[in-house]
């Protein structure tokens, strides 16, 4: 195991202010968005939704890597060009979803447990010499009446750490996934809860397994209120909620935490990482980061609805929130920026008309 190679990307995920586009979608779950908009659901339809999203101009200014999904590492741009190589040429490293999907679990009912690991070694060893440098795994916790159960949580957290030795022997840097879901009633305490339980089995169950913590990056949920729960607290409490759980459960060896959106609107996931840079960022000792899909994506895609006249607009929204996520790192995102969809603090130089049109 090359561990100062997976120090360094580690770290290089999460330097400076950029974050990671998550772009994994599995194909159901893609298809689902799609047919929300009337989107053919088709491989081709698929691919040239994700060529406009890799070839937005001006990407790599706030992307620091991009997860790509088992189909998607296999495309092409219509011209040929692999995506791999159009996301390394503009500075992005690549990465790879690598569970196989959160499946009913066994005398859990409501519960789920992510699948995936029988001939892991070997995927990860073929998504290595195509060029991914990092993978991603996802378990999802769902909160309601009794649940989560110990068993789920266990059983989730120890899949996760499986998943990350693995990883790290094939020198690709795990991004550890434990999603404690927004659905429901529960209060924003009980997310902070159950948030610090699963992170405490998860790291437990890493230490375990000896997987190097300084060669990994957490993707957790932000600690937040149910959907549908009546209190919606406002973006401060949210950060200071969400910083006081991470503190209490994740050693600071870890360099990077990139939040997962989980469903909240695009604005309201940059005031929140915004709120928790602006309030505590000299004082942590991991960067707090994005690995946004929804988040990112969601605008992009409904205002291109499949439609080729419509990539330029869709690239020039996509590129909008990738800023604003940045700007949210460096606790300098305004919700003004939303209003006239710039940068109050340009860097890099070049505002979002001009990366569009130099396309
Ligand atoms: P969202 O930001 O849409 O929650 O997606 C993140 C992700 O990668 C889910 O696995």
């Keep these: 195991m090359k561990v100062?190679?997976?120090?360094?990307?580690?770290?290089?995920?999460?330097?400076?202010?950029?974050?990671?586009?998550?772009?994994?979608?599995?194909?159901?779950?893609?298809n689902k968005r799609f047919a929300r908009l009337g989107i053919p659901q088709t491989e081709e339809a698929r691919r040239a939704y994700r060529e406009l999203i890799v070839t937005t101009p001006g990407l790599g200014e706030c992307i620091s890597g991009a997860i790509l999904y088992d189909e998607t590492i296999r495309q092409q741009k219509k011209d040929g060009t692999s995506f791999l190589k159009v996301i390394t040429d503009a500075g992005i490293i690549p990465g790879i979803k690598v569970d196989t999907g959160a499946k009913n679990m066994a005398r859990h009912p409501r519960e789920k447990i992510t699948e995936g690991l029988d001939r892991l070694r070997v995927r990860l060893a073929e998504y290595s010499q195509m060029g991914a440098r990092f993978a991603k795994w996802r378990a999802v916790i769902a909160v309601g009446d009794g649940i989560p159960s110990r068993g789920c949580i266990e059983a989730n957290a120890q899949a996760l750490a499986r998943y990350a030795a693995l990883c790290q022997e094939a020198g690709l840097v795990p991004v550890v996934e434990p999603e404690v879901l927004m659905r429901g009633e529960h209060t924003l305490e009980r997310c902070g809860e159950v948030t610090e339980?699963?992170?405490?089995?998860?790291?437990n169950q890493?230490?375990?397994?000896?997987?190097?913590?300084?060669?990994l990056?957490?993707?957790?949920?932000?600690?937040?209120?149910?959907?549908?729960?009546?209190?919606?607290?406002?973006?401060?409490?949210?950060?200071?909620?969400?910083?006081?759980?991470?503190?209490?459960?994740?050693?600071?060896?870890?360099?990077?935490?990139?939040?997962?959106?989980?469903?909240?609107?695009g604005e309201l996931a940059s005031a929140r990482l915004n709120a928790m840079n602006v309030r505590f960022k000299s004082r942590l000792p991991w960067a707090l980061a994005f690995s946004f899909a929804r988040a990112i994506q969601q605008p992009a895609l409904e205002i291109w609805q499949g439609d080729e006249a419509h990539v330029l607009a869709a690239q020039q929204a996509l590129y909008h929130r990738a800023r604003c996520n940045r700007a949210a790192r460096g606790g300098t995102y305004d919700p003004a920026m939303e209003v006239d969809g710039t940068d109050s603090a340009p860097r890099g130089g070049s505002s979002v008309k001009r990366a569009v049109g130099a396309q």
Excluded at 228 to 251: F, I, K, N, S, Y
Aim: one cysteine or more.
């Design 4 to 30: 100062q190679e997976l120090i360094d990307t580690a770290r290089a995920l999460v330097a400076g202010d950029k974050g990671l586009l998550a772009m994994d979608e599995s194909n159901p779950t893609c």
């Design 197 to 203: 339980e699963v992170l405490r089995t998860v790291f």
């Design 206 to 215: 890493l230490y375990s397994q000896r997987v190097k913590l300084e060669g």
């Design 217 to 265: 990056i957490l993707k957790p949920n932000m600690v937040l209120p149910g959907l549908t729960c009546p209190e919606q607290e406002p973006v401060d409490e949210v950060a200071d909620a969400t910083v006081r759980c991470l503190l209490r459960a994740v050693p600071a060896a870890v360099p990077g935490i990139a939040f997962l959106s989980g469903g909240q609107p």
